[in-house]
């Protein structure tokens, strides 16, 4: 058993100086993603740069091919309405679950049905590192339900190796830097914009919330109004942009927005 340990430790300790040795290489991230899997076992993984004014650059992902569609309508501008990305631009790191950072509707929301169900993972963990830059590097392992969720040991392994991970990958990012891949202003204005023509000003507040899997009472909280007053506003949300469910919703949202004309 100690023979066991002290050869894993040693495995550990040779994938960590080989992302050291990466630094500023192409395969700094295919040495990354060997480290995390000899700290934990994971299904999937994907790991982006998130920039507050650019869509995300994807450095690495195990999704297979019949996940692109839905992951496809996620970089188009869904990604905008992630906890995740919220996390990240709010200045969020560290090793994060999606559950301690979701909305308590999230789960039960359209948006997650339309952009997390389709993966079938029933735990996903987060290495969020943030640079100089405005730079956002999100590290997601995903278990699905071949593998039980992320246990307490798994997850003091990755925060244990997050202080080099994070080092590692700040160091990478002023060397090596990410590809300009585009302003996402567009698509993040027609989010903030939409029903703007028919909705009140406090009504849009309700909307944006709603849409990202907020339920009326925690609307209601970040709002600092009465429940029921957030009720009605959600009742008239639907009525004036002529929907019956969040989910009819948020398939309008999208319409317009990533499919305009």
Known sequence: MAAARDLNEQTLIHGAADLILAIDHPQFFDK????????VSYDDYVILAYHPTARPVVLGSSLASDELAAWDRYLQGAYLLSPFYD???????????????APDDFYQSAYHDEYFRYSELMDEVCL????DHQLCYLLS????????SFNQRGL???KAFYPLICAAVQMHD?????ADSGSHEPVKQAILNFGEDKLTPREKEVLQLLIRGYSSKESANKLEMAYETERVHRKNIYSKLEVNSQKELLGKLFDQVLHPG
């Open 32 to 39: 990354l993603v060997y480290l995390l899997r000899l700290a």
């Open 87 to 101: 996390y990240a631009m709010q200045g969020g790191e560290g090793v994060v679950s999606l559950a301690q950072i």
């Open 128 to 131: 969020v590192v943030q640079t």
């Open 141 to 148: 392992l995903g278990r699905t339900r071949s593998l039980s």
């Open 156 to 158: 003091g392994r990755l």
């Open 174 to 178: 002023k060397q090596h830097g990410v």
